[in-house]
């Protein structure tokens, strides 16, 4: 059965960091893109980052270019999201999906981890 389990969320200052993972499995990890999403109170869910499947190609929102990284390990099925700056428009649920263009298990999304910045 396919399962995401997000985890490192928190709470954190305005300027400050977190690292989140997204631990994958019940499929192929490693030959497919992992995108991470967001959705805060009251919106819908956008995308974040992405990462194809052997790391090659790597697509970020406008609004955390710079500021985001994303990046993962096969050998441990995880990928995982470096947040440097975070600003309270940052907050949000986090959520990690396989896919790149659409999400490829839309019905399996995971519980997804809260990132809250705010002084």
């Known amino acids: 059965q396919v399962q995401f389990v997000e985890s490192g969320g928190g709470l954190v200052q305005p300027g400050g960091s977190l690292t989140l993972s997204c631990a994958a499995s019940?499929?192929?990890?490693?030959?497919?893109?992992m995108t991470w999403y967001r959705q805060a109170p009251g919106k819908e869910r956008e995308l974040v980052a992405q990462?194809?499947?052997?790391?090659?190609?790597?697509n970020y929102a406008d609004s955390v270019k710079g500021r985001f990284t994303i990046f993962r390990d096969n050998a441990k099925n995880t990928v995982y999201l470096i947040m440097n700056s975070l600003k309270p428009e940052d907050t949000a649920v986090y959520y990690c999906n396989a896919g790149w263009a659409t999400a490829s298990f839309s019905g399996y999304w995971g519980q997804g981890t809260q990132v809250t910045v705010s002084s």
């Open positions: 019940g499929f192929t990890f490693r030959t497919y893109a």
């Open positions: 990462i194809s499947f052997n790391g090659g190609n790597i």
